[in-house]
């Protein structure tokens, strides 16, 4: 089969399906064969499913997108938010405030005459 020079690996659908998503097509498979790099411990993952992605090293599955990892995409881990959440605490000492009283309102009854 003859690989065309614009559409590259997609060239194996020959004239069908047209130019534009053959294009597409040779992107997402451009990307998805590079080596994809775990958030967590910056090693190799491993595509298991459509969008389900496991790291060869800390062995720790996660969700990213379906054919590569994207910067950005992977949540952060839990103790990475701990840690920055006790390091806000430290840095802003809470200020308790009194709470402020109501004051009370009068209300003035009127009284009304009978005859």
């Not at 614009?6 to 992107?27: F, H, M, P």
């Not at 969700?63 to 990475?80: C, L, N, P, Q, R």
């Amino acid at each position: 089969m003859v690989k065309t020079k614009l559409v590259k690996s997609a060239g194996r659908y020959g004239a069908r399906y047209g130019q534009r998503i053959k294009r597409k097509i040779a992107n997402i498979e451009r990307n998805q064969r590079k080596k994809q790099i775990c958030p967590f411990c910056g090693r190799t993952v491993k595509r298991l499913s459509k969008g389900i992605w496991q790291c060869k090293r800390c062995k720790k599955k996660f969700a990213a997108h379906a054919y590569y990892i994207e910067k950005g995409s992977i949540t952060v881990k839990k103790e990475d938010k701990i840690k920055k959440q006790e390091e806000e605490k430290k840095a802003k000492p809470l200020k308790k405030e009194k709470p402020k009283l109501k004051e009370k309102k009068t209300t003035k009854k009127s009284k009304t005459k009978t005859k």
